[in-house]
């Protein structure tokens, strides 16, 4: 697994500078005659400093399994004043074995990446997980795999609304593009479909959720030439269903030669996990013994103990209205302040003196 690292200073962070063409990401972009939207994918390593690569494994002796997005905020110094993110990007792992995705598994493999990079003494860490990794980021915190742990903000995901999704999951699934004819194909139709709202983020993004397909040719009977094998009228149905069958596949085979890049992660064939991600979520969210922030992209998606847990002040909520359920990707200015003003409450850290907030 590749570990991404930036030193941040929270008090030292300057506004973000207009970008070119006066476009700021999170906004709709406003193309004028003739301009055409850039859909170039962009590099992670341009938002960090370091990079190193994590080798880890599990309980089970095997590489470590996760395949969740989360990030790991860490805070240094007396005052916690110095900040560190470390982000764990899913293109660069790699993995012997990524049958077990349970959420217990998975968070056992968040505890042991935090053990492999800073051994028996951690620093104080706030765990960040969007969506799945959301729900293995409140099974981290309760199962207690990161002693050193400070807080934790779970983005766009409530055990009520995700398990009521759970029903669908498969016809989105479906509905989804299987292959991409190129990167910049793939971003594309990110934005495009709105799935992800901002642009910038969607470039950045989108490299680790795909993977190029890998060279495929036909296998033993199966002919390269869809005019092979035609049958003639008189033969049977039965005759008939096969040698559909058999084009069926000479035009999935064509279509991987025509389109270089596929998911990297089937989905499809995790669903035995998906009820174990989710179910009892509330309820974990609500006992973790640590402060807690929950970003919603809106306020329907709270179920009933969410709700009366927020009325008893369990826990700090935020709603950042205008957003997919890519909260974090939509809105990277929003959550980045909701994240300051949840560690500034907390004192985790502390506003720079003249700070204009």
Not at 128 to 155: D, E, K, R, W, Y
Not at 183 to 199: F, P, T
């Amino acid at each position: 697994m590749a570990a991404a690292f930036k030193q941040l200073h929270l008090n030292l962070l300057a506004s973000r500078p207009p970008m070119a063409g006066g476009f700021q990401s999170g906004s709709k972009m406003k193309m004028g005659p003739g301009r055409k939207r850039d859909f170039t994918p962009l590099p992670w390593s341009q938002y960090f400093e370091t990079m190193e690569d994590v080798e880890v494994e599990n309980e089970n002796g095997k590489d470590i399994s996760l395949i969740s997005s989360f990030l790991l905020l860490l805070l240094h110094g007396g005052g916690h004043s110095a900040l560190s993110w470390a982000v764990f990007t899913v293109s660069d792992t790699k993995v012997k074995n990524p049958e077990d995705l349970s959420a217990d598994t998975m968070a056992k493999d968040i505890g042991k990446v935090v053990e492999s990079l800073y051994g028996e003494n951690p620093p104080p860490i706030v765990i960040i997980g969007h969506s799945m990794g959301g729900a293995i980021a409140v099974h981290t915190a309760t199962a207690n795999h990161i002693p050193s742990l400070l807080g934790l903000c779970v983005i766009d995901v409530v055990e009520g609304t995700a398990m009521d999704a759970l029903n669908s999951m498969q016809n989105f699934l479906r509905s989804r593009p299987k292959t991409f004819k190129s990167l910049e194909n793939a971003i594309e139709w990110s934005v495009k479909s709105g799935q992800i709202r901002n642009i910038e983020s969607a470039r950045v993004s989108m490299g680790g959720q795909v993977k190029k397909c890998e060279e495929t040719t036909s296998g033993p009977g199966v002919s390269n030439s869809i005019g092979e094998g035609i049958i003639e009228e008189e033969e049977d149905e039965e005759a008939e269903e096969e040698s559909n069958k058999k084009r069926m596949k000479e035009d999935d085979q064509e279509m991987k030669k025509e389109s270089i890049f596929t998911w990297r992660v089937e989905l499809s064939k995790t669903e035995k996990y998906w009820e174990g991600w989710f179910r009892g979520l509330s309820a974990l969210f609500l006992t973790c013994p640590v402060p807690k922030l929950l970003l919603l992209a809106g306020v329907d998606r709270l179920d009933k103990d969410l709700t009366i847990g927020q009325m008893q002040g369990k826990f700090q909520m935020q709603v950042l209205p205008q957003c997919g359920h890519a909260v974090h990707e939509d809105a990277p200015e929003k959550v980045a302040d909701a994240l300051a003003t949840f560690m500034v409450r907390h004192k985790f850290t502390e506003f720079k003196d003249g700070y204009l907030w």
